[in-house]
């Protein structure tokens, strides 16, 4: 397993760095919207934190969550994308995603053992928030199918990365680790609930 | 076997990814319209996601489902670029994204679809397609090159595709759980929700 | 029984059909005014450009582009240090302007010319004087690009090497065929670009395309159960239509206007890019052979003979057409 990951891992990165500069030189607006799209769901903070954490909580819970989320999770989110981008408004917005942090920040610390349809339901709801917020932030200009490739992409990604920092569960130093990256995570949560409250008030 | 699957995958990721690289219409210039129509779906992102996505869900259900797609395909993408040129250009974005919906969802749900509705579905993904691709053509290109080009790598792409999809998910009694088989779905789940952003940026005001 | 001949009948038709319709993109030699542009160097790297032959729409709309490092503002041409070595492209060639004619006169040194068609919009100018690192990479980037484009664009050449593949198959004794054809027509080629031997050109075309309907016949043999010439000594089949195949290349190569001082270069790039065209040919078939067999899709019985038919009939269809043009001048 840990010789097999670095050849797909690396052939992976240099084809994806040798497009990139080909891509950017005829078609504007197709690397425009792979770029921001992949960007996108990196770049905000809260956002990532939030991806991460319902990858490791995945993880946590074992199956059948582990394989059912990276499967519907993407497709989740594209739904609060499509609200986000027919702008169909959905209440605080802001504050939900901080909540969204905190939660599973805490799930994950506390080692958080729902049924799963009452996970996948939190979930759920948190991933068209998330949604949301990415489709109601979209460049206009930019190709939609290649934003919506590089957007679908990222937060796979990062979906996958929370599964595999997950899987450090097994062992107990792990086990710990992540419990203490879940509080950070909440940690960081409750600082952006503070920023999104108070420019509610 | 696992490590030789794995590289087949990444290298066929790889070929779409550098097609993308390469210029139609550079190609066009020093290679003719035969090759013209070679290159000019795969620089399209519409066609690399539609086409992958259709090899893939059939090469999981199956060769003796998939394999008629090798003449339906390229057959459809002929018919689509002549209605293409009688009827004109029409934009194709939104049934673009419809199909990729339709196909990531049934990937997604592992569903076993009939031999018919693949077939119709493949037909449909290649009309679409066809016609997307005679849409903007220079009037001194050769039509005929242009199609001959467009159709051989139509058949080789979704062969291909679908081989490749056979071998790394195997057989069918692979158990719904097997990382290949989530994989798999994982991709259908992905396509899905691309065709579904991209319904939506179709549809915004 | 009886509708077998009627079968093979209405397949020949169906194939000559597609034959016609495989027509060649004729090069429409239209009379069209040509023009003829004059680079004297005037100092090392430093050249006064001037038309002496103005063409038809007229000298400040051709679009003429000249190698990155060439600083170009008529009628100076500066290229500074690294000389004038690179592509000269002339990109609006069309229907107005068929030909430009570039000459470019340095210091010392034979003076030069280089033809832009429509067919061939890049030229490669590889400087005069003793060859620098600049003239060989321009070089390799040049002879290696003809060299696939060729093989690409040789659909006689591509149809010989999948009926060599339809008769050996896959594995070692493919390797071992295609290294001989390989060989085959790299010596020739070299034989010829070097004036060792001379073929006319029409014949020998013609050659070729009976040389692929000899494959088509194997291949029919082989289905027959016959153990053909092809099937037994594939190597030696292989070989001695690649000598036949090369001198063709050599005869395309020389339609490129190659440099005597630059041959053996421009020899070894050329044919490097053939293979690579050849090579990556022969995988796709081999990847798609075996993605037939993955998916259990193989030419039912009543096709087999289809594909031997087709290479047959598209063969002998080149064969007849090359050889009204051995008599008639078209």
Redesign the interface.
């Known amino acids: 397993m840990s010789l097999r990951l670095p050849l797909p891992l690396t052939t992976a990165i240099v084809s994806f760095a040798l497009t990139q500069p080909a891509l950017a030189h005829e078609q504007a607006g197709v690397a425009g919207g792979l770029v921001s799209g992949l960007l996108h769901p990196v770049t905000g903070i809260d956002h990532l934190i939030a991806m991460v954490a319902v990858g490791i909580w995945g993880a946590q819970l074992g199956a059948p969550a582990i394989w059912i989320l990276p499967i519907t999770f993407p497709l989740v989110m594209a739904i609060g994308g499509v609200l986000g981008v027919l702008h169909v408004p959905l209440p605080m917005p802001e504050v939900m995603i901080a909540v969204s942090a905190v939660i599973l920040g805490v799930a994950v610390a506390a080692r958080l053992r729902l049924p799963f349809a009452a996970a996948a339901l939190v979930v759920a709801v948190f991933a068209i928030f998330h949604g949301h917020a990415h489709g109601a932030e979209l460049p206009r200009a930019a190709n939609a199918l290649a934003y919506g490739v590089g957007f679908v992409t990222a937060t796979g990604l990062l979906h996958l990365c929370g599964i595999a920092i997950g899987t450090l569960t097994r062992w107990p130093a792990g086990e710990r680790l992540i419990q203490g990256l879940g509080a950070g995570i909440a940690a960081i949560g409750c600082y952006f609930l503070a920023q999104g409250v108070g420019a509610f008030a | 076997m696992?490590?030789n699957s794995?590289?087949l995958v990444?290298a066929t990721?790889?070929l779409l990814?550098?097609g993308?690289?390469a210029?139609a219409h550079i190609v066009a210039?020093?290679?003719?319209?035969f090759?013209m129509g070679v290159v000019h779906p795969l620089t399209d992102?519409?066609d690399v996601?539609l086409w992958t996505a259709t090899g893939v869900l059939a090469g999981t259900l199956g060769?003796?489902k998939?394999?008629w797609l090798?003449a339906l395909f390229p057959l459809g993408l002929l018919v689509g670029l002549l209605l293409g040129q009688v009827f004109g250009a029409a934009s194709t974005?939104l049934a673009?994204a419809a199909m990729m919906l339709a196909i990531g969802l049934l990937l997604?749900a592992a569903a076993q679809v009939p031999t018919v509705l693949l077939c119709a579905m493949a037909f449909a993904v290649a009309v679409i397609r066809g016609a997307a691709n005679g849409a903007d053509l220079a009037p001194e290109t050769?039509r005929?090159?242009f199609a001959?080009g467009l159709t051989c790598v139509g058949y080789?792409a979704i062969?291909?595709t679908?081989?490749?999809t056979?071998?790394f998910k195997r057989t069918n009694s692979d158990s719904a759980?097997s990382w290949r088989a989530?994989a798999v779905?994982?991709l259908?789940?992905?396509i899905?929700?691309?065709?579904?952003?991209?319904?939506?940026?179709?549809?915004?005001p | 029984m009886r509708a077998i001949p009627y079968l093979r009948l209405a397949l020949l038709a169906l194939m000559l059909a597609l034959a016609v319709l495989m027509r060649p993109s004729a090069l429409s030699a239209h009379e069209a005014a040509m023009g003829v542009l004059e680079f004297r160097e005037v100092r090392p790297g430093a050249f006064v450009g001037r038309w002496s032959i103005e063409p038809s729409i007229g000298a400040s709309r051709v679009d003429l582009r000249v190698p990155p490092h060439c600083f170009l503002r008529l009628p100076e041409m500066n290229c500074g240090a690294k000389g004038l070595v690179g592509p000269i492209t002339i990109t609006n060639l069309g229907s107005n302007m068929s030909v430009v004619l570039i000459k470019v006169i340095p210091i010392e040194g034979e003076p030069r010319s280089y033809t832009i068609s429509t067919a061939n919009p890049v030229v490669s100018v590889l400087g005069t004087g003793a060859p620098t690192l600049e003239v060989w990479l321009e070089l390799a980037r040049t002879y290696v690009n003809y060299g696939i484009d060729h093989i690409l664009l040789g659909a006689d050449h591509l149809l010989f090497v999948l009926g060599l593949i339809w008769i050996v198959g896959s594995g070692w004794r493919l390797v071992k065929t295609i290294t001989a054809f390989t060989i085959g027509h790299s010596a020739s080629l070299a034989a010829a670009a070097f004036g060792l031997i001379g073929v006319p050109e029409r014949p020998l075309n013609a050659c070729i395309a009976l040389s692929i309907a000899f494959v088509g016949v194997e291949i029919v043999k082989q289905q027959r159960g016959e153990i053909g010439l092809t099937a037994r000594y594939p190597w030696i089949v292989a070989f001695s239509f690649g000598l036949v195949h090369g001198i063709g290349f050599a005869s395309a190569l020389a339609g490129l206007g190659l440099e005597r001082r630059l041959l053996p270069a421009a020899l070894l790039f050329f044919n490097i890019g053939v293979e690579i065209g050849q090579l990556a040919f022969v995988l796709l078939v081999l990847a798609l052979i075996w993605a037939h067999r993955r998916l259990g899709a193989v030419v039912p019985r009543w096709g087999e003979a289809l594909p031997a038919y087709l290479i047959g009939s598209v063969s002998m269809f080149w064969f007849f057409g090359r050889l009204a043009r051995v008599f008639v001048v078209i």
């Open positions: 696992k490590l794995t590289r990444i990721a790889m990814a550098g993308n690289a210029e210039a020093r290679l003719g319209d090759y992102l519409q996601v060769a003796a998939g394999r090798i974005q673009d997604a050769d005929l090159l001959a080789a062969t291909l679908m081989a490749l056979a071998v759980t989530i779905r994982a259908g789940g992905w899905a929700a691309i065709g579904l952003m991209m319904a939506s940026l179709a549809l915004a």
